[in-house]
Each structure stands twice: as C-alpha cells, then as structure tokens.
C-alpha cells in the first residue's frame, strides 16, 4: 500500500496458511497481499463483509474468507446495488432495479478426512493417483445441503416471496487433487464422465444431431430407467 494509504489487513495471525502468504518473499504472495488491501479498503468491500473479517482472515479460516472477498468483488463488479448485511443472516445481498432482492451465502468445499488421507498417501508413495472423483463429489453436495438447510431453517424469514437466493461455492482448496467445474456437477447431477464424440470419417461433426455430454449415472438409470 502506498504511503498516503497505508491500511493493510496483513498483521500477524494464527492461522497457517495465513502466516504462509504473509511471509511469502514470492512475487504470487505479494500480489494475492496487494489485491485483498485494496479490494478491502481502497474499493470499499470492507462494508459489505463480517465486522470480525479480519480476525478470521488472520486466525481462524484464511481461505474461507479469502472467498469470501473475491465473491464480494465480483458482485461489485455486476454493478448492481449491493446491500450491506451487517453480518446477520445471509453474506451478501444485492437490489434489482424492480425491488427484488438476490441473497447469497458463500461457502467453501474442504477436505474431509478421507481426502486428506488420499492426499497424504498420494504424497508419501511419489505414485500416479486418480482423482478421487466420488469423494470430491461428495464434499460439494455436502456443503451445498448444509448451507441450504442453515438458509431454511435460520434465514428465510429475510426472503421475499419473489426474492433469490444463491449459494457461492469454491473448491479452492481441494485444487491441488483436481478440483474443477466436472466435479461440482458431478456432485450435483445424475452425470458421470465426461464424452468425447470423435469423427471416423473425417469430416466434422454435424452440430445438429444431439449428442450427450456426459455418461448418466448407473443408480440414477436403475432408479428412474432414464437412458444415457
């Protein structure tokens, strides 16, 4: 931060990951410190997140609340009129010009201790691993029905009839095991892999025969006799 600004919110904490980037010499590291001050201060989000932000951020879940700011900068950059919650209720709220109101939760997928356990022997052995495909799956719908029960049991007396909610989930963490939009999906919808239709003649394929996008997974066929 420049000298006429000098606020930063990177004061020493307790959370290790935390302490990881504060005391990073790497280049990554200063520019992840430089992007949370002035999205904090300079662009104001600080008025849109928890009053006890910092202090999380520093002792308790650094990487949860870092998605928590990024979520904040990008719903600022909608540029549709965000509301401050005051850190009751939901994490973010934003104002349609018709008076409807979108409610946000954000949330972050992490390891359980089955994936840190792969993770662990994946590191140990020096060995090629699959992604634990299924596992990750998992956490995403586990933290998707989580939030979404906190929402109807503690939040909806703040939802209009017409209103929206949505729930912001990041699998940052889980990156380094092959964490992508796949396995979100995967984790959400009765899809399996992934396909790959190839052209055995050559020619390109016509773009107006349907073709699926992913295998269809065997429970769900059993259980509603849909086809692939």
């Known amino acids: ?58 002792d308790n879940d650094f990487y949860a609340r870092l998605w928590e700011l990024e979520v904040a900068e990008w719903l600022e950059k909608t540029g549709i009129k965000m509301l401050p919650t005051n850190g009751k209720g939901f994490d973010f709220c934003l104002e349609l010009p018709d008076g409807k109101k979108i409610w946000i939760e954000a949330v972050l997928a992490t390891e359980d201790d089955e994936l840190k356990e792969i993770q662990r022997q994946a590191l140990q052995s020096g060995a090629v691993f699959n992604t634990p495909r299924e596992q990750f799956a998992l956490r995403y719908s586990s933290v998707l029905f989580t939030k979404a029960t906190k929402i109807k049991e503690k939040y909806l007396q703040d939802v209009g009839k017409d209103d929206f909610t949505l729930i912001a989930v990041s699998g940052y963490p889980m990156s380094m095991m092959g964490s ?14 992934q396909v790959v239709h190839i052209s055995t003649d050559g020619k390109p394929l016509d773009p107006n025969v349907p073709r699926p996008t992913h295998t269809m997974k065997q429970s769900y066929q059993k259980k509603t006799g849909a086809s692939v």
């Open 1 to 58: 931060m420049s000298k006429s600004d000098p606020k930063t919110v990177w004061e020493a904490g307790k959370d290790k990951y935390y302490e990881h980037y504060r005391l990073s010499k790497s280049a990554t590291s200063a520019e992840l410190r430089k992007w949370v001050d002035e999205a904090y201060y300079k662009n104001g989000l600080c008025q849109y997140l928890d009053k006890n932000f910092t202090h999380e951020l520093r």
């Open 180 to 193: 992508s939009m796949d396995l979100f999906m995967l984790g959400i919808l009765p899809i399996d892999f």
